[in-house]
């Protein structure tokens, strides 16, 4: 797989169910872009099913910076966060969340069983999402006089270039995003357009 691909998960996934010794273990996956999405989506899942007695979770955001965190909610240690980790670490995704919550059956599990039953939900759930490839993009901005318009948007048209935003006046700004590894060469296009500016912009 090129670099500047990764993988991840377009929606929401479906909710699924593993049983064990009358333990039920719903899995979730959600995609997200920032931490501040987890404890939302963890109040919601909370508010789905009230008689859970653990909601553990991990979470990895990113692609060449990577972060993630496990949550084992009261669970013995490492027997559910890591898991869940291992799974998204497994099926090679990111900027995602999954969520298993346990609802007590009033067999113990034991360490060996937990971390089965959860490894299992959140397989299952990863099973059932819709896992996508994504190109990671590096955005650029354009700064130019009207007169350089169309010899602008005619580099941008040939090279299939995607506009993110633009101002058009007197003096015009265009937002260009592209992949990656096309970045370089694009630099080079538009910086060889004199008087035409082109500033890499960090997202």
Same mark, same amino acid.
């Given at each position: 797989?090129a670099?500047?691909?990764?993988?991840?998960?377009?929606?929401?996934?479906?909710?699924?169910?593993?049983?064990?010794?009358?333990?039920?273990?719903?899995?979730?996956?959600?995609?997200?872009?920032?931490? &501040? =999405?987890? @404890?939302? %989506?963890?109040?919601?899942?909370? /508010? *789905?099913?009230?008689t859970?007695?653990?909601?553990?979770?991990?979470?990895?955001?990113?692609?060449?910076?990577?972060?993630?965190?496990?949550?084992?909610?009261?669970?013995?240690?490492?027997?559910?966060?890591?898991?869940?980790?291992?799974?998204?670490?497994?099926?090679?995704?990111?900027?995602?969340?999954?969520?298993?919550?346990?609802?007590?059956?009033?067999?113990?599990?034991?360490?060996?069983?937990?971390?089965?039953?959860?490894?299992?939900?959140?397989?299952?759930?990863? &099973? =059932?999402? @819709?896992? %996508?490839?994504?190109?990671?993009? /590096? *955005?650029?901005?354009?700064?130019?006089?009207?007169?350089?318009?169309?010899k602008?948007?005619?580099?941008?048209?040939?090279?299939?270039?995607?506009?993110?935003?633009?101002?058009?006046?007197?003096?015009?700004?265009?937002?260009?995003?592209?992949?990656?590894?096309?970045?370089?060469?694009?630099?080079?296009?538009?910086?060889?357009?004199?008087?035409?500016?082109?500033?890499?912009?960090?997202?």
């Amino acid at each position: 797989m090129a670099s500047d691909i990764y993988k991840t998960i377009s929606s929401p996934s479906p909710e699924v169910m593993f049983k064990d010794r009358k333990s039920k273990f719903y899995g979730y996956a959600f995609p997200i872009l920032d931490e &501040e =999405e987890v @404890k939302p %989506i963890l109040e919601e899942i909370g /508010q *789905q099913h009230p008689t859970a007695n653990h909601l553990c979770y991990a979470w990895q955001l990113g692609v060449e910076d990577i972060k993630y965190r496990a949550n084992d909610d009261g669970e013995p240690n490492n027997s559910a966060g890591m898991p869940i980790y291992g799974q998204i670490q497994s099926f090679g995704v990111t900027n995602i969340l999954i969520v298993v919550a346990r609802i007590f059956g009033g067999t113990k599990l034991g360490v060996g069983g937990l971390i089965n039953a959860y490894r299992t939900a959140a397989q299952m759930t990863l &099973e =059932e999402a @819709k896992v %996508i490839s994504k190109t990671l993009q /590096q *955005q650029f901005l354009l700064s130019f006089d009207y007169p350089e318009m169309d010899k602008v948007m005619r580099a941008i048209k040939q090279n299939q270039l995607e506009i993110v935003s633009q101002e058009m006046g007197m003096d015009c700004k265009i937002t260009i995003s592209v992949r990656r590894s096309d970045s370089d060469r694009t630099e080079d296009t538009f910086s060889s357009m004199h008087p035409v500016k082109i500033k890499r912009l960090n997202i």
